[in-house]
């Protein structure tokens, strides 16, 4: 079945007006209903509130707020319109290190500088067909860091209610 992508709805947050206008404009020939875009982090619950976004884009580098800092504002303030919301970043990095650190402070999805529009829609895609569960700890919240769940692992028990139940054998 194909994507609806003209019922999205999709915030841009990206401080380089050439880029949050090329960013705009992939979207638009993607299909993408509305786009909406800011070029820093302060407006974002605003845009939120008065859009409602299916999904958010953001710059990790930005001067006033960079995307991490809007990410965990996102997902952790009490104020935020929507912290499940899915949420893009776009980097020029493309260190395991810098996914490590998206990934860890409730990012979504990631995509590395220079782009193509069939990266753009990867991860859109990605995003709509594939949504993982949100997980809360004391130190995080987001989308659950693990990709995959492996019906073959043999590994230790990891979650603490696997350990009371190999405690009651």
Do not use: C
Not at 26 to 43: E, K, P, W
Not at 76 to 83: F, N, R, T
Not at 107 to 133: G, Q, S, Y
Request: a neutral charge; proline letters at 6%; hydrophobic letters at 40%.
């Amino acid at each position: 079945m194909a994507l609806q992508l003209q019922r999205l709805r999709i915030l841009v947050v990206e401080d380089n007006n050439n880029m949050r206008e090329l960013i705009a404009s992939v979207l638009d020939n993607l299909g993408i209903g509305r786009v909406f875009t800011a070029s820093g982090g302060s407006r974002v619950f605003e845009l939120m509130q008065e859009n409602e976004p299916d999904i958010v884009i953001l710059d990790w580098q930005m001067p006033e707020m960079d995307g991490l800092e809007v990410t965990k504002m996102i997902r952790k303030d009490p104020e935020s319109p929507d912290p499940f919301i899915p949420i893009i970043v776009i980097t020029g990095y493309n260190s395991l290190e810098r996914v490590k650190i998206a990934r860890d402070a409730g990012v979504t999805e990631f995509l590395i500088k220079p782009f193509k529009a069939t990266d753009v829609a990867k991860r859109i895609e990605h995003v709509i067909n594939h949504p993982r569960d949100f997980v809360s700890t004391a130190d995080f919240f987001g989308p659950d860091r693990r990709r995959k769940v492996d019906k073959n692992y043999n590994g230790p028990k990891r979650r603490k209610e696997d350990k009371l139940k190999a405690l009651d054998w």
